[in-house]
């Protein structure tokens, strides 16, 4: 059975920082994509960022500088730093896990981060 857990969101002021886990389990961590996607209310999921199996990273231009996408692959947990935080970063943000090769993808619950001005 696969999990994918994400923790760490909560409330903070603009300008602080917070950073998100996506733990997994049931999956070959190390051959998935993994990625950050976020929804703010009234608004479609969008992509925050991505870090391949190889450890390539994507960041949307919106965070890009601010946010940081890395993975432990021995702990099957991909990271989310985000710093210098803004209120339009508010939403519920998502991890994602994408086997190599593969059309399925395993989501998260999502973790709710609110940025406050």
């Known amino acids: 059975q696969v999990q994918v857990v994400e923790s760490g969101g909560g409330l903070v002021q603009a300008g602080g920082s917070l950073r998100l886990s996506c733990t997994t389990s049931g999956i070959i961590f190390s051959i998935n994509n993994m990625g950050w996607y976020r929804q703010a209310p009234g608004k479609q999921r969008e992509l925050v960022a991505q870090i391949t199996s190889a450890s390539s990273t994507y960041y949307a231009d919106s965070v890009k500088g601010r946010f940081t996408i890395f993975r432990d692959n021995g702990k099957s947990t991909e990271y989310l730093q985000m710093n210098s935080l803004k209120p339009e970063d508010t939403a519920v943000y998502y991890c994602?896990?994408?086997?190599?090769?593969?059309?399925?993808?395993?989501w998260g619950q999502g973790t709710q981060v609110t940025v406050s001005s």
């Open positions: 994602r896990a994408n086997p190599l090769g593969s059309s399925q993808f395993y």
